[in-house]
């Protein structure tokens, strides 16, 4: 069984840091300067009977140039190509203009969309609910997963269930 998974966000929430753990080596360029995933990248994750293909994005900003708007418009189009979609928003920042407008173009795609809330390490757990709340006050999320992509927390249970939606 296979799929193709497609994780976007804005920038500086974590995608490539869960892309590199997820491959258990560094394919993708981590940083904390915006902008450093330029591409697409992708990055195949094999078992014996399971195959997911991840593409990384790059982060979705407000584009000032035309740069910008070709990155921003290639992580959208993303969208269009997978078969999950990762929405990565950070535990420890309050959802703002930015998540708005990549929750406007979430609705408008046909595709199932998982909430991963990430740096869960950075926050109380009080916190991480009240982030997971107010999220799904905006959008129907197929599931929501908090995960601690830089130390590896959960991110297991979030790999289980991309496997069981093959
Ligand atoms: P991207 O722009 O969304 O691809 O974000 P990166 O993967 O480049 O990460 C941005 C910064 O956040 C880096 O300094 C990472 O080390 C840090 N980071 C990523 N995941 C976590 C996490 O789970 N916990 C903490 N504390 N930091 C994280
Ligand atoms: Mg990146």
Redesign the pocket.
């Given at each position: 069984k296979s799929g193709f998974v497609s994780i976007i966000?804005?920038?500086?929430?974590?995608?490539?840091?869960?892309l590199n753990h997820v491959m258990g080596q560094k394919i993708?360029i981590?940083?904390?300067k915006?902008q450093?995933?330029r591409n697409k990248i992708q990055g195949i994750y094999t078992t014996e009977n399971e195959q997911i293909v991840f593409i990384?994005t790059p982060?979705i900003h407000k584009p000032h140039n035309a740069l910008g708007d070709y990155m921003v418009e290639s992580a959208y189009s993303t969208l269009r190509e997978v078969d999950t979609v990762l929405f990565?928003v950070p535990a420890d920042e309050a959802r703002g203009k930015g998540d708005n407008m990549i929750i406007e173009r979430l609705k408008k795609a046909n595709v199932p969309v998982i909430l991963v809330v990430?740096?869960?390490?950075?926050v109380h757990p009080d916190q991480l609910l009240a982030q997971i709340d107010d999220f799904r006050t905006q959008m129907d999320f197929k599931e929501v997963v908090p995960?601690?992509?830089?130390?590896g927390n959960n991110t297991e249970k979030l790999l289980e269930i991309l496997k069981s939606n093959l």
């Open positions: 966000g804005r920038p500086n929430v974590g995608k490539s840091t869960l993708a981590m940083s904390d915006a450093t995933t990384d982060g990565m990430n740096k869960i390490d950075k995960i601690s992509a830089l130390e």
